[in-house]
């Protein structure tokens, strides 16, 4: 599993077969299908994996700011900009995946459709915590501009992309949509 989601955020999941991923880790395709029916079976574990880790350091940021939902939005978006703006951030690898697997029978594809839903819920409520105007319209802009944030780091050709002002964007939006 380790081998396979390195291979996947690295490389892509169209690009890595199930023979690179076996040959990697050690293994033979036997021993993969032994424990994995099918590559999308794979690739919907590892995306649980990647889904499962961004929620406990969102939930862990946004609990280190109890009861302040700017800075709430402001620590994660600092986080988000520390682990993008590196040489081996390739993004998102929900976002990633939601590009090369666009199957609605994929067993993937529902991981994706959910992770991405429970995010603009999340921020559609910071928002209605800030009191924003139109909580809706502020959560939705929040998240374009998390997604634009990591899409940003992969077009540009260093670190210190766009992505670096991602903290200033979110405050300007707030405080565009929010009373003083």
């Given at each position: 599993?380790r081998?396979?989601?390195?291979?996947?955020?690295?490389?892509?999941?169209h690009?890595?077969?199930?023979?690179?991923?076996?040959?990697?880790?050690?293994?033979?395709?036997?021993?993969?299908?032994?424990?994995?029916?099918?590559?999308?079976?794979?690739?919907?574990?590892?995306l649980?994996?990647?889904?499962?880790?961004?929620?406990?350091?969102?939930?862990?940021?946004?609990?280190?700011?109890?009861?302040?939902?700017?800075?709430?939005?402001?620590?994660?978006?600092?986080?988000?900009?520390?682990?993008?703006?590196?040489?081996?951030?390739?993004?998102?690898?929900l976002?990633?995946?939601?590009?090369?697997?666009?199957?609605?029978?994929?067993?993937?594809?529902?991981?994706?459709?959910?992770?991405?839903?429970?995010?603009?819920?999340?921020?559609?409520?910071?928002?209605r915590?800030?009191?924003?105007?139109?909580?809706?319209?502020?959560?939705?802009?929040?998240?374009?501009?998390?997604?634009?944030?990591?899409?940003?780091?992969?077009?540009?050709?260093?670190?210190?992309?766009?992505?670096?002002?991602?903290?200033?964007?979110?405050?300007?939006?707030?405080?565009?949509?929010?009373?003083?």
């Open positions: 599993m081998t396979a989601s390195k291979l996947f955020y690295c490389r892509g999941i690009a890595v077969g199930v023979d690179a991923i076996a040959s990697e880790a050690g293994t033979n395709k036997m021993s993969f299908y032994r424990n994995f029916g099918s590559k999308g079976e794979l690739v919907a574990e590892y649980r994996e990647a889904e499962a880790e961004a929620w406990e350091w969102w939930d862990k940021m946004v609990a280190e700011h109890a009861g302040d939902p700017r800075a709430q939005v402001e620590a994660l978006f600092g986080l988000l900009v520390e682990k993008t703006c590196t040489a081996e951030s390739r993004g998102c690898a976002a990633n995946a939601a590009v090369e697997i666009t199957d609605s029978e994929h067993p993937a594809r529902p991981i994706i459709e959910k992770y991405k839903a429970e995010m603009r819920r999340r921020f559609r409520s910071l928002a915590e800030m009191r924003a105007r139109d909580p809706d319209a502020l959560g939705d802009s929040l998240m374009l501009l998390w997604e634009g944030s990591y899409l940003s780091r992969l077009t540009s050709d260093s670190q210190h992309g766009p992505a670096e002002n991602a903290v200033k964007g979110a405050q300007n939006l707030i405080a565009g949509m929010t009373q003083p």
